[in-house]
């Protein structure tokens, strides 16, 4: 099942015997559950660009596109993603703004609060043998966001990688490994003539 645009309704129900794409927006007022019976995937789109110039020079850019997004607005909502081998989420949107409701992930395999990369790459031709290449590139993370109650549980691993998971009470994340959350990294480097690199922290963008 691959779902695009938006969908919207007081209870929402996704339910594929093998797997479950989600681009765009989906609304669910007082009830949103998804259930795949292999995978459940909600990638965000990416957007690149390129330029190039007879001497060799050229740009490359890639930039975030739609996001997937997951909405429950009603106070005791339910949000329920659940899926019997992976769930993956890249830089994608989850809030659930109702008062005392309750959230799942449930994976039988892996979950991953994943991210998407953008940036860019730029090479300066000079010279015939003299050229700089210079990248920027920044991870930009998946928010979950939830006014009440979230339990975050899968049998093997669970990552939430340079992502934002925020509830009204405590987090409760289970995986078999006891993995912690990884970082957001922001990396830039250069190679050629005169080559740097450097690498450091940046906080991800607030969910609104």
Not at 131 to 146: A, C, N, P, T
Not at 154 to 165: G, H, L, P, V, W
């Given at each position: 099942m691959d779902n695009q645009g938006m969908m919207a309704a007081a209870v929402t129900q996704l339910t594929a015997q093998r797997s479950i794409v989600q681009r765009g927006l989906v609304v669910g007022?007082?009830?949103?559950?998804?259930?795949?019976?292999?995978?459940?995937?909600?990638?965000?789109?990416?957007?690149t660009s390129e330029s190039q110039q007879a001497?060799?020079?050229y740009c490359t850019?890639?930039?975030?596109?739609?996001?997937?997004?997951?909405?429950?607005?009603?106070?005791?909502?339910?949000?329920?993603?659940?899926?019997?081998?992976?769930?993956?989420?890249?830089?994608?949107?989850?809030?659930h703004t109702g008062e005392q409701g309750h959230t799942l992930f449930s994976a039988g395999r892996n979950l991953t609060v994943g991210?998407?990369?953008v940036g860019y790459?730029?090479?300066?031709?000079?010279?015939?043998?003299?050229?700089?290449?210079?990248?920027?590139?920044?991870?930009?993370?998946?928010?979950?966001?939830?006014?009440?109650?979230?339990?975050?549980?899968?049998?093997?691993?669970?990552?939430?990688?340079?992502?934002?998971?925020?509830?009204?009470?405590?987090?409760?994340?289970?995986?078999?490994?006891?993995?912690?959350l990884t970082a957001l990294e922001n990396s830039q480097e250069t190679d050629g003539a005169?080559?740097?690199a450097t690498r450091k922290q940046q906080k991800i963008p607030t969910l609104t």
């Open positions: 007022e007082q009830a949103l559950l998804l259930q795949a019976g292999r995978d459940s995937h909600l990638p965000s789109t990416l957007n001497s060799g020079s850019h890639t930039t975030l596109g739609e996001r997937a997004r997951l909405l429950v607005t009603q106070p005791e909502g339910v949000m329920s993603l659940q899926a019997k081998r992976d769930i993956d989420l890249s830089a994608a949107q989850v809030l991210a998407a990369t790459q730029q090479r300066i031709q000079q010279q015939p043998n003299d050229y700089l290449i210079h990248s920027r590139y920044q991870e930009i993370g998946s928010q979950i966001k939830v006014a009440g109650t979230i339990h975050c549980q899968a049998n093997n691993d669970f990552q939430a990688i340079a992502s934002e998971i925020s509830s009204g009470i405590p987090v409760n994340q289970n995986d078999t490994n006891g993995n912690p005169l080559c740097t």
